[in-house]
């Protein structure tokens, strides 16, 4: 849908009118994304199923009023044999339940200079969920994707304006992406009904994928003849280095690790206390659809790097815990911390800047105080 008038804009511009970049105080807009989009508390890497209630959040539009009674899924377009389906019919389709980590591909963007005026994460855009559901590629079997289908649009029932545009919330997948046995149609959140901020009644999940894929409030699938050109494709998520560029689509999650950050928090600047002595570091490590082979600590901000102890990777797409006894010593230091991937990523130390504050997993720091007697 398309703004009638094209000579005026329909909204103001934040940022000043200038584009949407950004330098120093965050913005009244940026605010009001981070009140109604949550974080995971980093000391929720402690658990390895993330509490729902803590596992990260980010919707674009309102969270829509759905009713289970009256929702129907439809699969339509260049299919033999459309249908639709109730939450009943999906539920009582064979079910899989797995472990998923799962991290918004803006997470880290407030760490960036300029940066993007959009939702502000630092680094806790993540979480990690025992996600129950169907598996997407029965159905499509069943309805019989046409040979003509390039792909599959999911279209979600939250609407919006972006860039003075009316849109759904939709993304696509390659018709071969889409028929991956592990992509599920979810229904159950850690053993629960989906929360409405979660996409109730029914949401995509796409192990491996940055978040914007696991389109949530699903209401149609539809199977195309053309890449499907719309904002969250086309616009959206994108490796640029420019406002105007088209850049590269995100994709999976590259490899990353955070720790719980140890001691206590100073209220407002959260930089942390900590009492000298044996002090257990402790977080998790992720990778896509790859696995994290080993994660390094460093205490004198990546000059030199130690070893941690890092768990095998159990669960197909769940992060990996890893931990690393470490000796305070008085002082200020700055703790990071590093992964490497089964393919031999390994996370920077410095953020290579790109335009929107894509795939950010640039090493985690955290300043420390350490003190004999803290209290
Ligand atoms: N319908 C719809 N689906 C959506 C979104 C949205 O705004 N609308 N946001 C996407 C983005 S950018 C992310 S990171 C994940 C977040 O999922 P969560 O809120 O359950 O953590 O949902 C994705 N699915
Ligand atoms: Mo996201």
Redesign the pocket.
Known sequence: MKVPDKKGKRFPEIADGKSHSADGRFYKEEVQLASRNRGMPLEALRYAVTPVGM???????DIPDVHAETWQLTVNGLVANPIALSLDEIIKRPAVTQTIT?E??GNGRALLEPRYVSQPWFTE?L?TAEWTGTPLRRILTEVRVDAEAVEIVFT?L?QGVEDDEVHY?QRSLTVEDAMREEVLLVYAMNGEPLQP???YPL?LVLPGW???G????LSRIEAVAAPFKGHYMEKAYRYTQTEDEQGEPVTLMKVRALMVPPGIPDWQTRQRLVKAGPVKLMGRAWAGRSSVTSVEVSMDTGITWLPAELEPQTLGYAWQAWSFSWRAECGRHVLCVRATDAENNTQPINQAWNFQGMGNNMVQRVDVLVESSPA
């Open positions: 596992h990260y959040l980010l919707s674009h539009f799962m918004c591909a855009a979480g979600g939250d919330y901020q979660h996409g949401r940055y978040g914007m696991n389109v949530k409030w």
